[in-house]
């Protein structure tokens, strides 16, 4: 935190901490945001590196931000250590603008910790050419999705690139969804030890066998060029992409969310920064109102960040109109998408242990072909102690 104001009405000192944005522009579009603020002098600190690490210690010391953005809002340790402040209140009549699996997602019995700064999300894209070509169309189901990967590869061409792991670390959660599980019930109670998750998870197996599924491709699932290259004909990716498609592909694409096996839902994965307060400041009240204006009453700005730099979306559907970026083609599509079936890519109470655990099940069961049951029981156990420990 910083000092209080002295006398002479002198303003109250806001530090306020961001993330290394690989987008140009974006340093100098906060500082002038933060320069744009007259009820206290906000400065604005852009922290390259190992930015959550170095976040995360400083709000142990007198040293840290008042202010500052965390991945899908505060950790829950961070929470339950009462490092950080309640933010409730502060959407007040814009609540219901908001995203509504990222305010979920970083609301921790019945408080608010964060409030969303902008979008990004994963979705499945894919050539249309190829598709027709093929006699496809676009999968709803996973079951679907197999038969187009396999009636989509041919010669040089892969039916599907889920990453250079074959979904190892990506598709995970994905496939809970599509179950219509997840990592945790909303009581914190194990989310996927059931027959319809394991049943997907075991899909990821099959198509790992399969000979439909694009591997060691020159550059990962975040990359558009394993299609713009044509080397696959589907890919799970980012919404970030999507100018790197638009070049590359022109309007020779589409994106729909990842499909749904029997009993569950599509979705597509949502993540956001979260705008957070540090309970170590001196100016706790002053934080919060700078949060309030900047996140929920500027709306231009909120708009600026979200699409003049990188290619995101607003945390907020009324915006999302606005949005230059956003009217027309796969992008007003993504954006439906986010809103109709956005689901957070973690839950509060998965810790990076239990995330450690899903890792090594996911490599067990896609690549070594391990018994589905045995290795979900092995991260329920890792999962139900870490809830507990948390909880405490």
Same mark, same amino acid.
């Given at each position: 935190?910083s000092?209080s104001?002295?006398?002479?009405?002198?303003k109250v000192?806001?530090q306020q901490?961001?993330h290394q944005?690989?987008?140009a522009g *974006?340093?100098q579009?906060?500082?002038g945001?933060?320069?744009?603020? &007259?009820a206290?002098d906000v400065?604005? *600190?852009w922290?390259?590196?190992?930015?959550?690490?170095t976040?995360?210690a400083?709000?142990l010391? =007198?040293?840290?931000p008042?202010?500052?953005?965390? !991945?899908?809002?505060?950790?829950?340790?961070m929470?339950?250590?009462g490092q950080?402040?309640d933010?409730s209140?502060?959407?007040g009549?814009a609540?219901s603008d908001f995203?509504?699996?990222?305010v979920?997602?970083?609301?921790?019995?019945g408080k608010?910790?964060?409030?969303?700064?902008?979008?990004?999300m994963?979705?499945?894209v894919y050539?249309?050419?190829?598709l027709?070509?093929a006699g496809? *169309?676009?999968p709803?189901t996973?079951?679907?999705?197999?038969?187009a990967?396999?009636?989509?590869t041919s010669g040089d061409v892969?039916?599907l690139?889920?990453?250079?792991?074959?979904?190892v670390?990506l598709?995970?959660?994905?496939m809970l969804f599509?179950? !219509?599980a997840?990592?945790?019930n909303?009581?914190g109670?194990?989310?996927?030890d059931?027959d319809g998750?394991?049943?997907?998870?075991?899909?990821?197996?099959?198509l790992?066998?399969?000979?439909?599924?694009?591997l060691?491709?020159?550059?990962?699932?975040y990359d558009?060029?394993?299609? &713009?290259?044509?080397?696959t004909?589907?890919?799970f990716? !980012?919404?970030? *992409?999507?100018?790197d498609l638009?070049?590359?592909?022109?309007d020779?694409?589409?994106?729909?969310?990842?499909?749904?096996?029997?009993?569950g839902?599509?979705s597509?994965?949502?993540?956001?920064?979260?705008?957070c307060?540090?309970?170590?400041?001196t100016?706790v009240?002053?934080?919060?109102?700078?949060v309030k204006w900047?996140?929920v009453?500027q709306?231009?700005?909120?708009l600026?960040? =979200? &699409?003049?730099y990188?290619?995101h979306i607003?945390?907020?559907?009324?915006?999302?109109?606005?949005a230059?970026?956003?009217?027309?083609?796969?992008?007003?599509?993504?954006?439906a998408?986010a809103?109709e079936f956005?689901?957070a890519?973690?839950?509060?109470l998965w &810790?990076p242990?239990?995330?450690t655990?899903?890792?090594?099940?996911?490599?067990k069961?896609?690549?070594?072909g391990a018994?589905?049951?045995a290795?979900?029981?092995?991260v329920k156990?890792?999962?139900?102690?870490?809830?507990k420990r948390?909880?405490g």
């Amino acid at each position: 935190g910083s000092g209080s104001a002295s006398g002479g009405g002198a303003k109250v000192t806001l530090q306020q901490w961001y993330h290394q944005y690989g987008e140009a522009g *974006t340093q100098q579009a906060v500082e002038g945001y933060a320069k744009a603020y &007259t009820a206290a002098d906000v400065k604005v *600190t852009w922290k390259p590196g190992d930015y959550d690490q170095t976040t995360a210690a400083s709000l142990l010391t =007198a040293g840290g931000p008042d202010v500052f953005e965390y !991945g899908n809002g505060p950790t829950i340790d961070m929470i339950k250590g009462g490092q950080v402040v309640d933010l409730s209140g502060l959407l007040g009549d814009a609540e219901s603008d908001f995203n509504p699996a990222m305010v979920k997602r970083m609301t921790y019995d019945g408080k608010l910790w964060a409030i969303p700064q902008v979008v990004d999300m994963q979705l499945l894209v894919y050539r249309k050419s190829l598709l027709e070509k093929a006699g496809v *169309t676009p999968p709803e189901t996973i079951d679907d999705l197999m038969a187009a990967a396999k009636k989509l590869t041919s010669g040089d061409v892969k039916g599907l690139f889920l990453g250079n792991d074959g979904g190892v670390g990506l598709m995970g959660a994905p496939m809970l969804f599509s179950a !219509g599980a997840d990592y945790l019930n909303e009581d914190g109670s194990f989310g996927f030890d059931s027959d319809g998750a394991a049943a997907a998870l075991g899909k990821l197996r099959e198509l790992f066998t399969s000979d439909s599924l694009l591997l060691g491709a020159p550059k990962d699932w975040y990359d558009a060029s394993a299609l &713009t290259s044509g080397l696959t004909a589907m890919q799970f990716t !980012g919404l970030w *992409t999507f100018p790197d498609l638009t070049k590359g592909l022109a309007d020779d694409y589409g994106c729909i969310p990842w499909p749904a096996m029997p009993g569950g839902a599509k979705s597509v994965v949502v993540g956001a920064y979260g705008s957070c307060v540090s309970a170590k400041s001196t100016n706790v009240d002053a934080a919060k109102e700078f949060v309030k204006w900047l996140w929920v009453d500027q709306t231009d700005k909120q708009l600026d960040f =979200a &699409t003049a730099y990188g290619f995101h979306i607003p945390a907020r559907a009324s915006l999302v109109p606005q949005a230059k970026t956003l009217q027309s083609g796969p992008a007003k599509d993504a954006a439906a998408y986010a809103q109709e079936f956005g689901h957070a890519q973690s839950s509060v109470l998965w &810790t990076p242990k239990c995330a450690t655990a899903f890792g090594d099940m996911m490599s067990k069961i896609v690549k070594d072909g391990a018994d589905v049951k045995a290795e979900i029981a092995k991260v329920k156990a890792v999962a139900e102690a870490e809830v507990k420990r948390v909880l405490g």
